[in-house]
């Protein structure tokens, strides 16, 4: 008689499995597909934190409805966030929900933003656990989406929890390090708002306002800094001071234009991709509709401006964009009744694809005209806006006070990004720089030229280190080939 593989029992005909070329019992299988399923899901949710918006809003249509997840289908819920994606889309509603949630029109545009990049993720996040279902299953193991759910809800509550404390101790540490002696609960929580909202990830500032990051203020103040305090109170500081700095934002833009900082989209997928380019039309005065992932009819954002309704359409692409492309937007444009049509894409088009274009009068943006349109915005830009760290080389004079000014300001916002980065007094200046570069690159900004006079006065107002130009930029030379920027 044969023994469980795993255990070593005997196996008999009733409880004979076999699983991974194992012959195992009933018992050891089912501690085997547990592990093979934990293990899968560990490996998956390790690299998509930026993913877990978008996972967040297909637990919330789970846990008002566990059935609805059925054993090898996932066409409910998919049709469930296609149904919010309407709610977003239909007018009547939209009046209904601001009025529900009593925000302002910009406010509320901001919530709306947030909710379809949430719903475009939850799409993504559904197809990507059929494929995870099928990898599983061809293994041998059984995985029903139910239990699947079960499991990854398991480990994200784990993983968001961690991610919370993270994020919560290096900013507590940070406004301990900037506000000192003076520290009360009042000026932490106006210092956490004006540091969240000077990251140049814009999600984040949306979140905020939004309300999303008043737990995790909850949690700096209780748990790291030592206050008491609750949601009410929280929300009302925060309120405050948003409307303070859009205060002192529109103050400082009366005589200039507002600074958008765009990036490179090099380094982008075609989610990303597509969200860089509302924030493009955005920056040209466009109003923007998102559409969602699936079902999109072709295009991918609907642009708004006056008399013009433009569908367009983001390609990123490896190879040159071919007929299809133009193809699928001619016919987005009579779907949502728009005037005219634009395809993106970060490459070419195939010659078929332009003769194509010309006869159905679609505009074709490839590598070269984006670069030509980003150029224009940077250069229409204000350029002394304390984030804009590449806009200062236009400023010839090193002694012009607008020079000193923007760089002191600038070293500053520095400042303040490297205590979330963990700096510290009495680091050194190769720590300093290679915890910089580390921090640029994980929001897709390389430390330019212009940024090196920054950085040496910021290394001698906070960290009292004398470190010249020529040393900041051969260390950051250093540390951007290690980590092959």
Known sequence: ?????????????????????????????????????????????????????????????????????????????????????????????????????????????????????????????????????????????????????????????????????????????????????????????????????????KDVREEMRAGGSNPLFIKVLTEHLGFKTNESEVSRIVSKELEEIELEDFKEGMSSQKQGVLGDFSGLNGFQFQTYLKNLFEALGYLVEELPLSGDQGADLVINKNDERVVIQAKKYVKLVPNNAIQEVVASKEYYKANGAIVVTDNEFTKSAIALAESNNVELWDGNKLREVISEIETKAKPYRALDLNKLSELKTESDPKVVSAREKAADTLFKMSSMVGLKPGDSKETIIKKLVEAFKSQSRPIGEDSLPIVKIMSKKYFGIDVSIKEVKELINRYKTKLQL
């Open 1 to 201: 008689m044969e023994n469980c593989s795993r255990c070593s029992k005997s196996l008999t005909f009733l409880n004979r499995r076999k699983v991974r070329e194992l012959e195992v019992c009933s018992s050891c299988l089912r501690d085997i597909q547990r592990e093979v399923i934990e293990e899968k899901v560990s490996l998956y949710l390790k690299n998509k934190k930026d993913f877990f918006p978008g996972i967040n809003k297909v637990f919330e249509l789970f846990n008002k409805d566990l059935g609805l997840f059925k054993k090898d289908s996932l066409e409910k819920p998919k049709r469930l966030l296609g149904l919010e994606y309407f709610y977003l889309t239909d007018k009547e509603s939209l009046k209904r929900l601001q009025a529900e949630k009593g925000l302002d029109n910009v406010a509320f545009s901001k919530w709306k933003s947030l909710e379809v990049s949430k719903i475009n993720l939850g799409h993504i996040f559904l197809e990507d656990l059929e494929k995870l279902r099928k990898l599983i299953l061809h293994e041998g193991v059984k995985a029903d989406f139910d239990n699947l759910m079960k499991v990854i809800s398991d480990h994200l509550t784990g993983l968001l929890e961690d991610e919370l404390d993270k994020t919560a101790r290096i900013l507590a540490d940070g406004v301990k390090k900037l506000l000192g002696e003076g520290i009360n609960k009042e000026n932490s929580l106006k210092t956490l708002v004006r540091t969240t909202h000077d990251s140049p990830i």
